[in-house]
């Protein structure tokens, strides 16, 4: 398997404008998630899913922020419109059960002006 | 409030020497995870312990889990260069399936 498939690796946009990141999880992993690494704030849960559902979505910052899991083999995290503080490292992972060790992928670098 | 912390945050060590990372946490979780990160890369999974008691070993890291104190150890032998990352330990959190991280430890092991 080619593991957790993230794109795109880098994204650099400007302020206000939409950003939407992807992500393939591993074949056969029920679970999903999204997370946010700062600097300042470290590895930050943002959302997760379980068979394509959002479970838990508190750690999303704010209204901006959306995630959808069409299926199970795509999800995507749209921030609309973004801002300067969005910028940071956004990692998806996936799962095969609850509480099972999660598979990160190699994340996308967002830098936003 | 769920807490995962680990000390020491920094760690400047000299090749081949020991050292420990201690990871506390607040909850009952009976399992912990260890992750690695090198500068600019993703998190890789290096250890699950599932139990009281479970130790595990690779290479020159071994980590260990005493859930009664709600501690986990990550315990370096002869450090080398190539250890040089952030170690992260994790924890089950609140709902079913996701996982609380520490801040990680940044360690640099200097020749």
């Known amino acids: 398997d080619a593991g957790v498939i993230q794109s795109p690796r880098h994204e650099v946009t400007e302020m206000g404008q939409e950003v939407t990141l992807r992500c393939k999880p591993i074949s056969g992993h029920d679970y999903l998630f999204w997370y946010r690494q700062t600097m300042m704030r470290g590895l930050e849960l943002l959302i997760y899913f379980n068979n394509n559902v959002p479970i838990d979505d508190s750690g999303m910052p704010e209204d901006r922020f959306s995630a959808k899991m069409p299926n199970a083999s795509f999800s995507t995290l749209k921030i609309q419109p973004s801002e300067p503080r969005d910028s940071a490292v956004y990692f998806c992972?996936?799962?095969?059960?609850?509480?099972?060790?999660?598979?990160f992928g190699p994340g996308t670098r967002l830098t936003v002006t | 409030e769920l807490k995962v912390e680990q000390n020491p945050l920094f760690l400047s060590m000299q090749e081949g020497k020991n050292y420990t990372i201690y990871c506390n946490y607040s909850?009952?979780?009976?399992?912990l995870y260890w992750y690695r990160q090198d500068p600019g890369k993703s998190l890789e999974s290096l250890f699950v312990?599932?139990?009281?008691?479970a130790v595990k070993q690779e290479g020159r890291l071994m980590a260990s889990l005493d859930t009664k104190a709600r501690l986990s150890t990550l315990h370096i032998t002869a450090a080398v260069h190539d250890l040089s990352a952030t170690y992260f330990c994790?924890?089950?959190?609140?709902?079913?399936?996701?996982?609380?991280f520490g801040k990680g430890t940044k360690l640099s092991v200097k020749p």
């Open positions: 909850t009952t979780s009976d399992r």
């Open positions: 992972a996936s799962s095969e059960g609850p509480n099972y060790e999660q598979y």
């Open positions: 994790a924890v089950d959190g609140r709902s079913q399936g996701n996982l609380i």
């Open positions: 312990l599932l139990s009281n008691g």
